[in-house]
């Protein structure tokens, strides 16, 4: 089973940008992101297929975030535009085995989080 390590959160200003990374400790297939600010359920935020050729966006992310993966460095990205203050929640990255791709079907493996704050 693969472990997953996030990097890149902290604090941005609104309409500002972050980059997170997710780095596996061996290759995995549909990868995706996820956040949860305290006391709410958590929500995807994106999805991108083994290859890379297919990604999904809630509706709510989508024209500001782009994920995408570098399978060579077994890492997967979250690239965040525009961000908004509603934005700010811890940010998990997740890995699924199964077959289908997207934030609404279950993923096996977990990352610790890193937290995404967006205040002026």
Excluded at 22 to 46: D, H, L
Excluded at 76 to 99: H, I, Q, W
């Amino acid at each position: 089973q693969a472990q997953l390590v996030e990097s890149g959160g902290g604090l941005v200003q609104p309409g500002g940008s972050l980059t997170l990374s997710c780095v596996a400790s061996k290759y995995t297939n549909c990868m995706g992101w996820f956040r949860q600010i305290p006391g709410n359920e958590r929500e995807g935020v994106a999805a991108i297929t083994t290859g890379g050729g297919s990604q999904y966006y809630a509706a709510f992310v989508r024209g500001r975030f782009t994920i995408s993966r570098d399978n060579a460095k077994k890492t997967v990205f979250l690239r965040m535009n525009s961000l908004k203050p509603e934005d700010t929640a811890m940010y998990y990255c997740a890995a699924r085995t199964g077959r289908g791709c997207s934030t609404n079907y279950d993923f096996d493996v977990w990352g610790q989080g890193t937290q995404v704050t967006v205040s002026s």
